[in-house]
């Protein structure tokens, strides 16, 4: 095996770079991954369009499928065989603040302040031919998964945590503002818990790929007041639960207001520009909603959406929309920002 590998940087403004760094080598809890592909998250668009301004260059990437090449001392070969197809869940916390111990990792204190003094260039590391992971970050795929499944444990996941903290019941309206990757995951997940779900989003061909993937209705939120549909459609309650999945602000506000008495209010996105919401302490006080928020992937929910795409309770197929090789990367990164395009990923080998 080389001890070089090649990586995807983000270099500057709307620019990515294939660059030659040292391929890292497991330490002690380690296993090494070698990195079959890697989607590319609004989080990694929003770098290389710059509207998140973080030093570059940076090897990005944490929606990744891969398979287990090396191990590092103390792991078990047994318990991690190698050519094992694992997600990853790239998401470090300390085990030691409050928040971790008491079963928030996901909130850690010190979120993804690792040691990355193996890498040359600096970053989650997906977009790397190979990446070192500890043994508690690595879930088992299925052998034949196709890597284009595999690929969405992990915004899976972030949504499974967004569900949960839904906490929908049976026969529940459940409302989902936006017609996105993350919004029409969400739109399958709720299905599967046994709700009425209905998308509200302006476009039509996401609309009528919400209806294929399970939703109830779908309504446009132009074409008429989507309070006043979703009052409409509900009696004049409102829905149960609401998961706001866009970064506009003014629809944060929408949701508030769809929401019926003893609701629960997601909100899933982070807001691009993040501007404040009016929020009535009268109808908090008289209506009892709880208004929450949901981010990163938890332990629980990255395990919950691996077992739904091994089982096939999920088939995100529709969401993706094709791949690029790694000498490509620069085309990958400019479909990703397209708005007709749902996920797109890198190969890596």
Request: net charge negative; hydrophobic share 40%; proline share 6%.
């Amino acid at each position: 095996m080389s001890e070089k590998m090649k990586v995807v940087a983000i270099t500057g403004d709307h620019e990515v770079s294939v660059k030659e760094v040292r391929r890292p080598v497991p330490e002690k809890n380690q296993v090494l991954v070698h990195v079959r592909a890697c989607a590319l998250c609004t989080w990694e668009q929003r770098m290389f369009t710059r509207d998140s301004k973080v030093p570059l260059p940076f090897v990005g990437g944490h929606e990744l499928v891969g398979e287990i090449c090396a191990l590092g001392e103390g792991v078990d070969e047994k318990a991690y065989p190698l050519g094992s197809r694992v997600a990853v869940r790239l998401v470090h916390e300390c085990g030691e603040c409050y928040f971790c111990r008491v079963g928030h990792p996901e909130l850690c204190a010190h979120l993804n302040d690792v040691d990355m003094s193996q890498m040359d260039i600096p970053g989650t590391g997906g977009m790397s031919e190979y990446l070192n992971v500890g043994v508690s970050q690595v879930y088992f795929l299925n052998q034949d998964m196709p890597d284009q499944t595999a690929v969405f444990a992990e915004p899976l996941a972030c949504v499974l945590n967004s569900i949960e903290k839904g906490r929908i019941e049976i026969s529940d309206d459940v409302v989902v503002i936006g017609g996105g990757i993350m919004g029409l995951l969400h739109v399958m997940a709720a299905k599967l818990c046994g709700a009425r779900v209905i998308l509200s989003e302006p476009d039509q061909s996401r609309r009528e790929l919400a209806l294929e993937l399970g939703a109830d209705m779908a309504i446009d939120p132009l074409a008429a007041d989507p309070v006043d549909e979703i009052k409409r459609i509900t009696g004049g309650r409102g829905a149960e639960v609401v998961f706001n999945t866009t970064p506009v602000s003014a629809v944060a506000g929408q949701a508030l207001k769809m929401a019926a008495p003893m609701g629960r209010v997601v909100m899933y996105s982070s807001q691009h520009p993040d501007k404040p919401v009016e929020v009535s302490p009268g109808w908090l006080h008289s209506a009892n909603p709880v208004i929450t928020g949901a981010v990163n992937p938890s332990v629980r929910s990255f395990l919950h959406a691996v077992q739904l795409l091994n089982k096939g309770l999920i088939d995100p197929a529709k969401l993706f929309s094709g791949e690029f090789g790694l000498d490509d990367a620069q085309k990958a990164f400019e479909a990703a920002i397209r708005p007709d395009t749902f996920r797109i990923a890198i190969r890596m080998v």
